[in-house]
């Protein structure tokens, strides 16, 4: 692969705030895959309000998660190493 992969590191360990954001990040991804199913198959009228309503604002929710990892990032900057590609 051209260039390698980035080499950002925790210098000590991750915070736990970190995770909890990937771990909400990745359940809405799945949950926003699992409702576009339910959104397009078995029609809106038939969802729940807040359902529907999660359906509708999916992307929106996922770019505040995305973010918030770029501000944790910032936020740990002093902790955050770049190590150079090999």
Do not use: C
Not at 15 to 20: E, H, S, T
Not at 47 to 60: A, C, K, Q, T
């Amino acid at each position: 692969m051209p260039g390698g992969r980035p080499m950002f590191y925790f210098v000590a360990k991750e915070p736990v705030v970190l995770w909890v954001v990937v771990a909400l990040l990745f359940a809405n991804t799945l949950l926003m895959l699992s409702l576009a199913f339910g959104r397009d198959y078995i029609g809106a009228r038939h969802l729940p309000g807040v359902v529907y309503w999660f359906s509708e604002h999916d992307i929106l929710i996922q770019w505040v998660f995305l973010a918030a990892l770029a501000v944790i990032f910032a936020i740990y900057r002093k902790r955050v190493h770049y190590a150079g590609r090999k």
